[in-house]
DNA sequence: TTGAAAGCGCTAACAC
DNA sequence: GTGTTAGCGCTTTCAA
């Protein structure tokens, strides 16, 4: 059976609560006692109990993570970032999966409400989950959720930014036929890449063919797909930018298939840079997002929140930028 | 403020034991009065504290699971294979990434057994906690870890028929010089491999030179600094077995990057199979790990065994091994 | 069928 | 400085 405090009180002819405030290191016993108890703590192999101890304390010092995928490698270094971070200032990560489902991502939410962590940091894939986030009793942050909802703070990469940033240089490279591949309905990242794409095409007095733009599943896969159907469908097209690396991995799959060559017949720029997009042969021009810092910076937010919380001291949700940065590699032509 | 069986109770004026009593679906309660309390409950928006009954049942309904890092997509896979099944049983999974640091995984080992995980997965870095380990008071499944410590299950793919694979095929091929290059110290899975390769080697009469058997961290950069070495300081080398693929792909890097090519110059073979091995710009021969199944078994035997252990029926840990295929691509000669 | 009460392991307010 | 007590939200005996 387990080492409790009281296991401890017994053995030491003390009283629970003086066992406690001594591993506690509150004030109210004397340094003599605690040394003793500390000792024979270690020795009987004594771990405490957080369940219980959160049950009192309303604290679990436990923050929730949703994500809606663990292989797509940006979200991996998102969550290393929020994980390092928090065990550095001292708190556990419960991460979930909703693996891009409205639904799951409801169970996830419901999971760790009922798990009392502290605070959640989600990915959300669904504005129809925002009512269910703001009825959260902790405090919450989002990565690019600030469209879907103002009533918790936010970070995320200054999406339209990057995508004006991926049209220039597309353009700049000579690119008048540009295909646009979305990530699934409803993805906000892919919407404001989009916009801020269109608009750098608009200033430069193009007119950019929304016959090309198409979505899919933001994986492999989904590159793949879209790009079969769209260079079989619309030859003419003499680029791509796709919303995010691993579908643009995909998209150079199936040109790599074909005998297309990235960079020279048809351009390709992708967004995220993740690692494997630097590997020799890949090579992929894309847009640099800040990934361990975002997760860095979502960790610290979220503690703030929950420490201004227990101190009432009123938040006002912020919202946070991140430059993003043009990486150009060998898919694009060289400028 | 949340709602609390005792909010029901009152406001249905029965006792709060009732109302747990219908909620849990247990006998004892009538009909009546099992659906009254079910709609209030729904119409209050009760959801379970499950920290305070995990507090009395001795069961959070969460396994938790340590893997050493999240990056690189086997983990990713095999934890996938694991929260799907889970979440199909009903269990919730406490995610922890050791960062192939040993005290990073003891530190892990020990918040979730403060947090009362019904049972732990683990990939375990070092040998050196197997004694912590044993001690665990619940079930235990290890990947990987029989080697280590057999007072628990584990499942992992045979590694030593995965290295003697490996091995065959690069002597069908023709290869004579190869290289081994292992995932840091103590590593139990590049141990067999190599173990599983020496032996072919053996069989075939041949002799592998042990001064071509290096190590270095199980990532992109241990791969690219262990070739760009032996490539340098034995530039006769034929071939190279990298004991997993995102090592693989740092020698493709390095390899890429000195324009030799790789299946022509040099035959590389990675293992694991990840899905960027397949991609047409790698095309890495592979040995192939079943990762899902991984996944879904050592939740399954988990499971079962946490079963077992609440009914008090003998338990004794078996060891899982499953068939590793190879997976001939264009890296080493077409066979 | 329902109510009352104990207790899971712990913290914190209050008394001594 | 230490002991006593209540109580966090819940399950589970035992009585009624």
Chains 1, 2 share one sequence.
């Not at 771990?47 to 604290?59: C, F, K």
């Not at 129809?128 to 986030?133: E, K, R, T, V």
């Not at 959720?145 to 700049?172: C, M, P, Q």
Request: aromatic share 8%; hydrophobic share 35%.
């Amino acid at each position: 059976m387990k080492v409790t405090i009281k296991d401890i009180a017994q053995k030491l002819n003390l009283n629970f609560s003086s066992v406690s405030r001594a591993l506690n290191n509150k004030p109210g016993v004397s340094e003599k006692t605690r040394e003793l108890v500390m000792d024979t703590a270690k020795k009987m192999g004594y771990t405490p109990n957080v369940i219980a101890r959160g049950l009192v304390s309303r604290s679990t010092k436990t923050i929730g993570v949703i994500i809606p995928d663990i292989i797509n490698p940006l979200f991996g270094e998102i969550t290393t970032g929020i994980i390092e971070t928090a065990n550095i200032r001292n708190y556990d990560v419960f991460l979930c999966i909703s693996n891009w489902e409205s639904e799951k991502e409801r169970d996830n939410i419901n999971t760790l409400q009922q798990k009392q962590v502290d605070g959640i940091i989600i990915k959300s894939v669904s504005d129809s989950n925002s009512a269910i986030l703001e009825a959260v009793s902790v405090p919450v942050v989002g990565y690019e959720s600030w469209a879907v909802n103002n009533k918790f703070s936010s970070v995320s990469t200054d999406n339209i930014r990057g995508g004006y940033l991926a049209a220039k240089h597309l353009i700049e490279c000579g690119y008048r036929k540009t295909a646009i591949f979305s990530g699934p309905e409803n993805s906000s990242s892919s919407f404001f890449r989009r916009e801020g794409f269109i608009q750098a095409f608009k200033e430069y007095g193009i007119d950019l063919d929304s016959s090309r733009f198409s979505k899919a599943e933001y994986n492999i896969k989904g590159g793949y797909t879209l790009a079969k159907e769209m260079l079989k469908n619309q030859p003419d097209t003499d680029s791509i930018f796709a919303n995010n690396d691993v579908m643009a991995l995909g998209v150079l799959q199936y040109m790599e298939e074909q005998g297309i060559k990235p960079g020279e017949q048809i351009g390709v720029i992708g967004f995220d840079n993740i690692r494997i997009a630097s590997l020799p042969q890949i090579q992929l021009t894309t847009i640099n997002q800040p990934k361990h810092s975002i997760g860095r910076m979502m960790l610290n937010l979220l503690l703030d929140e929950i420490k201004n919380r227990t101190e009432n001291i009123t938040y006002y949700p912020q919202r946070t930028l991140l430059e993003p940065e043009l990486i150009v590699r060998r898919t694009t032509c060289k400028v």
